[in-house]
Structures are given as structure tokens and as C-alpha cells.
């Protein structure tokens, strides 16, 4: 018996409607893909890539952890970022976080939470790099500006893999975008951190 019935249910309307406004949908997307962006998200249920942006199968490559976070040895965030850019060619990473956050904000509390304690470590870190724009803010405050901070650092750590790296050092055209979520109105806002070369992330 197959279980979770309701949800293969979904997945047959689903496809069954796609087929209906276009016949070769799936048989055109099976030969290949071609996405031109790369997403990095958060995983909350709540931030859901294609959705937000109202793209089809197809059109966003992504990966998604907690508190959309580009750990420097993270070798699954890596071989993605790697594959996405090498392979697939895109021209643009999108590092996408959103207000609200529970990865965020756990790091902002000082109880353990587990092993998890160690992710989030990385969000207790930038939070110590800001702390003279964070110190002094309400609570409230702190936790959209800790939301915001934590996806400008982000599109940093992109920009000094080896793979963006060496995408510049050869020219090629590669822009890393910092975008931030508002689940409460489902408005995406451009943080206005956009790099596309070595000389813009001076000083960062
Ligand atoms: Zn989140």
C-alpha cells in the first residue's frame, strides 16, 4: 500500500495540469536543463524558491540549508555552487534569506539547542563581526538586522570560494545577489549587495 497517498495525489493533478497547457513540458525538460540562476535559501517550509519568484521546473538550480548559509568547507554547498557555475554556466547567485528566520533566530539565544549549536555557530560569528551595528538595537530590530547581515556575509563567502574566484580570474561575467524575504507579505527585497568583481568586495 502506498503511503502518503494524498500527497502522489497532488503529484498527479499536478503534473496532469502542466501536461494539459503544454503536452511536451516534461518531455523537452527530461533532455536537458538550463537554469540561470542559482538560489541559496533557507529551508524553512515557508521560503520556497520556484514559488517566490514564480519560475517553473527548470529555471532555478538550488540548494537550501538552514539560515541559507555558505559555509567555507561546506563540500555539499561547494559542489553545488561548483556545479551550478562550471557546468550550468549561470551568470547569477542568489543568496536569499528571509525575516523571521528560526535558524537566526536561535543563534540569538544563549540556551543549546543540540548539535544544530554548531551551524548556527556561524551566525552567533557574524553577529560578533557586526556587533557595532547590532549593539543598542530592540530585540526586534536586532533580529531582522542579524537577518540581513547574515545574507550580505553570505554573499561574501560565495564571492571567495575558489570557484567564484576563479570565474573572475578568467573573466567570465558572474554577479552574486543578496536578497532578503518578508514571510509575513511574501515581498522579496533587494539588499542592494550585489558583486560582480574582486575590486567591489574590498572593503566589504
Ligand atoms: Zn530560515
Known amino acids: 500500500m502506498k503511503s502518503l497517498k494524498h500527497l ?6 499536478w503534473a496532469n495540469g502542466i501536461k494539459e497547457k503544454d503536452p511536451e513540458f516534461f518531455s523537452q525538460l527530461s533532455k ?14 515557508r521560503v ?14 538550488v540548494h537550501r540549508n538552514i539560515a541559507n548559509l555558505v559555509v567555507h568547507t561546506d563540500l555539499n554547498c561547494l559542489s553545488v555552487i561548483q556545479y551550478a557555475v562550471e557546468v550550468l554556466k549561470v551568470k547569477h547567485i542568489i543568496i536569499c534569506g528571509h525575516y523571521g528566520c528560526g535558524g537566526i533566530k536561535a543563534a540569538m539565544e544563549n540556551q543549546p539547542h543540540g548539535l544544530i549549536d554548531n551551524w548556527l555557530r556561524h551566525i ?4 560578533r563581526f557586526n556587533a557595532e551595528k547590532l ?4 530585540d526586534d530590530k ?5 537577518c540581513e547581515l547574515n545574507v550580505i556575509e553570505q554573499v561574501k563567502n560565495v564571492c571567495n570560494t575558489t570557484i567564484v574566484q576563479n570565474t573572475w580570474r ?5 554577479l552574486v545577489h543578496g536578497w532578503i524575504y518578508n514571510i509575513q507579505n511574501g515581498i ?6 550585489c558583486i560582480s568583481a574582486n575590486q567591489q568586495l574590498k572593503g566589504k
Do not use: H
Open 8 to 13: 502522489f495525489d497532488r503529484n498527479s493533478a
Open 170 to 174: 578568467q573573466g567570465s561575467e558572474l
Open 142 to 146: 536586532k533580529f531582522d538586522m542579524l
Open 32 to 45: 536537458q536543463q538550463s537554469p540561470k540562476y542559482l538560489w541559496i535559501g533557507c529551508s524553512d517550509s
Open 124 to 127: 552567533k560569528d557574524v553577529g
Open 188 to 193: 522579496l527585497k533587494d539588499l542592494d549587495t
Open 48 to 61: 520556497p524558491a520556484n514559488q517566490i519568484v514564480n519560475l517553473p521546473p527548470g529555471e532555478l538550480f
Open 135 to 138: 549593539n543598542g538595537l530592540k
